[in-house]
């Protein structure tokens, strides 16, 4: 299972001006019920950005909330996400 990037962008209105950040990251197409489950393919997508350096090694991620609507999903989904991220 793969998720996609649509064109569309979005700037996350915390990490527009610090220094390192992307000015936008692509909003994903999540599969949905397609046997991968949504906070995996979250942790996927953020794994990847972590590994492309699209975040600077001593930046933080967006919060829950900014990651809940870049994502368009529930806070609880993200935190799960962000879980498994730190194991």
Same mark, same amino acid.
Not at 29 to 44: N, P
Not at 47 to 75: G, H, K, M, T
């Given at each position: 299972?793969?998720? !996609?990037? +649509?064109?569309?962008?979005? +700037? &996350? ?5 610090? &220094?390192?950040? %992307?000015?936008?990251?692509? !909003? &994903? ?12 393919? #979250?942790? !996927? !997508? =953020?794994?990847?950005? #972590? ?9 933080? =991620? ?8 870049? %994502?368009?999903?529930?806070?609880? +989904? ?10």
């Amino acid at each position: 299972h793969e998720v !996609t990037m +649509t064109s569309a962008r979005r +700037t &996350p209105s915390s990490a527009a001006s610090a &220094p390192g950040a %992307f000015d936008a990251l692509a !909003t &994903p197409v999540l599969a949905r019920g397609q046997g991968l489950a949504v906070w995996k393919q #979250i942790e !996927t !997508t =953020l794994a990847a950005e #972590i590994r492309d350096r699209r975040y600077a090694a001593d930046d933080r =991620l967006p919060s829950e909330a900014e990651l809940a609507q870049r %994502f368009r999903v529930n806070r609880h +989904t993200v935190r799960q996400a962000l879980a498994a991220l730190q194991q």
